[in-house]
């Protein structure tokens, strides 16, 4: 019933007994073992002379892991070096052919985990596909090829090919790659979809080698697999497309592979003498181990993800660089380069535009904006929530190809404000009197934490850094006989953060602001915030259809006046928007959540 060993991150499930598939079965050093070989004669030219399959007993005299065989190609030196150079050379010859005939050369990089001896994930590191294990690939695919067509390439025309397992891959799907040339396109790359097989795998190939060490690689080779074909066994020889191959099988792999176990009993059936065995039966065989196949993928994609949520449960909060992997209705799906940990940006999250699912071209697209979230898009992000149960990460979008989200822009620039404000208030506390240059920066960074804290929501904060700002701007006035640069703006962030959490008539701020303000000044800005005290704490407007494309006409209207710029104008915009809003009968609400995308500006 399971058809096939089972790979998961910490563990293995042997498809046979562990006593048969580690001990009996293994070729372990200096032990006799019975096997079933392919036996080859060779020319320099890795070119086929003769061949034998038959059963063989085997004492191996060595037993090499691929670091120790490619040790032994890249120096040259070591145990059995003559032999293990000699195989090199002709596996790269029948890497070579393979290439020229079409074959496509997909090869991912493979997520390992370091874990410890309780099984938790200590860190994350990428598999190399080198040439030692190259070279056990191409002689794997050469004894597979050799007995497919041993059993399937008939001598004669009107002779019929007796039943067999076969590993087929079928022809890419025309619609599939139609959509792939058309997605990479986007990164300049170029795909041919139609013409001889060669031509297309050849185009392929090109394409494969161009992407290598961009950072679309992992991107791209993971679409141009989902435009393929998925490789089954059957009964009925297709060919294999990816390996260029009239003939496939799975011959090398019985202790971990069913249908190898099949081939192997077929070889003997057949080699008796003995007749055809019944296609059907043999043909849901094959289905079943396809399926069985499929589902050990599955758990194997489900382990290394469970593995991935596991090693960033300790790092929420932590940010990422990271590329769009997957984009669905549902929510963007973004790959984390750094470990290729993958995690989703749900839809719900994605708050300033209501955006559309463009399936064909991989995108999202905002409905007011037209702002598109595409697969490749380069983004930052942080990690907000893992859930190892479920096997999922949240992401915060913060930044995309650049373009910062302004609220997460706030929170990445805090702890360097504060270590700034440190070094000026050690400045002040040294300083007597005060130096005209240190106050002014002193003040500023004040104001920048004020302003900080104020768009975070952390407004108590954000009005204790406003008074202190306010503080400095007023010693500066009284030594130095200079103001603050957009003090009334300054004042009036205050305020205004200050009526989000407290009820009082800010007297504290008014005479810190009278100071250096002039009272006309200091009476307009109060007005304007205390009058509207009470709406500030409204809840916010709804956001119809009507209610954005209004929003949306002021804010061309006020993109093209260009003097509403800086702190002191604030509160002008906002009471443009009001008294626009009121024109169309919306009721006025807080400034703050009316339009984001203007309050991050």
């Known amino acids: 019933k399971r058809a096939t060993s089972v790979y998961l991150v910490d563990r293995t499930i042997p498809m046979l007994p562990e006593r048969l598939s580690n001990q009996l079965c293994s070729l372990r050093p200096h032990e006799d073992k019975c096997c079933f070989s392919v036996l080859f004669k060779m020319d320099a030219a890795a070119n086929v002379k003769e061949y034998q399959i038959v059963h063989t007993l085997i004492n191996s005299d060595r037993r090499f892991t691929y670091e120790e065989a490619q040790t032994v190609i890249e120096t040259g030196e070591g ?10 050379e002709l596996a790269k010859k029948l890497r070579e052919n393979r290439f020229v005939n079409g074959a496509i ?3 991912r990089t493979e997520v390992r985990f370091e874990i410890d001896d309780k099984g938790k994930p200590l860190s994350v590191y990428f598999k190399e596909s080198k040439e030692a294990n190259k070279l056990i690939e191409e002689f794997m695919l050469l004894a597979n090829r050799t007995v497919a067509e041993h059993i399937g390439k008939v001598k004669l025309k009107k002779e019929t090919a007796k039943t067999f397992v076969y590993r087929v891959h079928d022809l890419p799907d025309p619609e599939k790659l139609s959509n792939l040339s058309q997605f990479i396109s986007r990164f300049g790359y170029k795909l041919k979809t139609t013409g001889k097989q060669t031509e297309v795998s050849s185009s392929i190939n090109r394409l494969l080698d ?16 989902r435009s393929m074909s998925k490789a089954i066994y059957s009964t009925e020889n297709l060919g294999h497309y990816g390996l260029a191959f009239d003939f496939y099988t799975h011959f090398t792999s019985p202790i971990r592979r069913y249908p190898d176990m099949m081939v192997h009993r077929l070889l003997d059936e057949y080699a008796t003498g003995g007749r055809s065995v019944d296609a059907v039966a043999y043909e849901d065989l094959c289905k079943h181990c396809s399926d069985r196949e499929q589902l050990a993928a ?5 382990s290394i993800k469970y593995k991935q949520v596991e090693f960033m449960s300790d790092k929420v909060g932590q940010i990422y660089d990271g590329v769009i992997s997957g984009i669905q209705e549902w929510g963007i799906y973004v790959e984390l380069e750094e470990n290729k940990c993958e995690g989703m940006i749900p839809m719900r999250d994605l708050d300033d535009d209501y955006y559309t699912f463009d399936e064909k071209n991989y995108c999202l697209v905002g409905r007011r904006t037209h702002n598109v ?61 005060y130096d005209k240059v240190t106050l002014l920066d002193s003040a500023t960074i004040m104001r920048y934490l004020a302003e900080a804290y104020d768009r975070l929501g952390r407004f108590a904060v954000s009005v204790r850094y406003y008074k202190r700002a306010i503080e400095l701007a007023a010693t500066l006035y009284t030594m130095y006989g200079e103001e603050m640069q957009d003090s009334s703006g300054m004042i009036y962030n205050a305020l205004k953060a200050r009526n989000y959490y407290v009820d009082d008539d800010c007297e504290d701020i008014r005479e810190q602001a009278l100071v250096f303000i002039p009272k006309d000044i200091v009476d307009d800005v109060f007005d304007t915030v205390m009058n509207r005290r009470r709406n500030l704490k409204h809840d916010p407007v709804e956001m119809t259809e009507e209610y954005l494309a209004v929003i949306d006409e002021v804010d061309e209207k006020i993109e093209k006046n ?12 906002w009471s443009l928007k009001t008294d626009y809003l009121a024109e169309k009968g919306i009721t006025w609400h807080s400034p703050d959540v009316l339009n984001p995308r203007v309050r991050f500006d």
């Open 79 to 88: 145990e059995m070096k003559e032999e293990i150079l000699m195989l090199n």
């Open 105 to 107: 050369a997909f090869e």
């Open 210 to 225: 161009q992407v290598q060490g961009k950072r679309e690689q992992n991107l791209i080779e993971t679409i141009a697999i």
């Open 373 to 433: 979230y595409r697969l490749g898009d380069e983004v930052v992000v942080r990690v907000k929530k893992t859930n190892l149960e479920k096997k999922q990460m949240d992401f915060e979008l913060i930044e995309k190809n650049g373009d910062y989200n302004a609220y997460e822009l706030t929170y990445l620039a805090v702890p360097y404000l504060k270590e700034t404000e440190e070094i000026v208030e050690a400045q002040l506390a040294s300083e007597s009197p």
């Open 562 to 573: 260009r003097e509403y710029r800086g702190f002191g104008s604030c509160h002008h915009v």
């Open 298 to 302: 599955n758990a194997e994609r489900a």
